[in-house]
């Protein structure tokens, strides 16, 4: 089992609808849990993070983690044709003797006009 | 201006050969990777350093060696390229550990460098 699944879509979405993008990870151990945003022919950037569960809100984004079903959540409200990206979730893995970043395989969102 | 700069951005390269990937960065960091991104599988360490004599194998290290010729430059070999190898390549920093402590240092990537092995 891989230590973060995300599915890869694509999404195709209209315009202001409300968008939920997931992840899900086997280890309980996990306490922080990000969400990258990469545009085309782009490196990946940070979107939002959160620590251990509950909800993080910025502006149009809500980060959600529910720890019990080991499930992560990006919702985005009234979606914009420049949300257009690629989402991956990331988790830092400690790992011989240091935290690396554990990437899930990113969900292709189109938000059409 | 970009702060992480990935050369070259496309590369198409032949079978056994050799080649370089680039990255320099202006954000005075001393943590620097390597990853490759493939579809379906997402981001994958490589290679990363923590300063210039500090240098580790990721997860998908064979075929690869890296060189960290001052703490802004960080590079990527292919002693022999082969057709395996095609994928994006991003070059990251970071200016400390990632999840570490009360918050989150971000990884700040470059742009890439799309490489194709014929």
């Known amino acids: 089992q891989k230590e973060v699944e995300q599915d890869p879509g694509p999404l195709s979405v209209p315009e202001g609808a409300i968008v939920s993008l997931n992840c899900t990870y086997s280890n309980s151990a996990f306490q922080y849990f990000m969400w990258y945003r990469q545009y085309s022919r782009k490196g990946p950037e940070l979107l939002m993070y959160?620590?251990?569960?509950g909800n993080k809100e910025d502006g149009r984004f809500t980060a959600q983690v529910d720890k019990s079903s080991k499930y992560i959540s990006l919702f985005i409200r009234d979606s914009q044709p420049s949300d257009s990206a690629t989402y991956l979730c990331?988790?830092?893995?400690?790992?011989?003797?240091?935290?690396?970043?554990?990437f899930g395989a990113g969900t292709r969102l189109a938000v059409h006009p | 201006d970009a702060d992480v700069t990935q050369t070259p951005r496309n590369r198409i390269t032949k079978t056994g050969k050799r080649i370089m990937l680039e990255c320099s960065q202006t954000k005075g960091h001393d943590r620097m990777y390597w990853y490759r991104q493939d579809p379906g599988l997402g981001l994958r360490l490589i290679y990363y350093?923590?300063?210039?004599?500090?240098?580790n194998k990721g997860e998908i290290s064979d075929g690869y060696s890296v060189s960290r010729q001052a703490q802004a430059k960080f590079s990527l070999s292919l002693e022999s390229a082969i057709p395996n190898q095609t994928a994006l390549y991003f070059c990251?920093?970071?200016?400390?550990?990632?999840?570490?402590?009360?918050?989150?240092?971000?990884?700040?990537f470059g742009n890439g460098t799309r490489l194709t092995v014929t």
């Open positions: 959160t620590y251990s569960s």
């Open positions: 990251a920093t970071s200016d400390r550990e990632v999840g570490q402590g009360g918050g989150h240092s971000p990884l700040h």
């Open positions: 350093s923590f300063d210039v004599k500090d240098i």
């Open positions: 990331a988790i830092p893995l400690f790992s011989g003797g240091y935290n690396k970043l554990i």
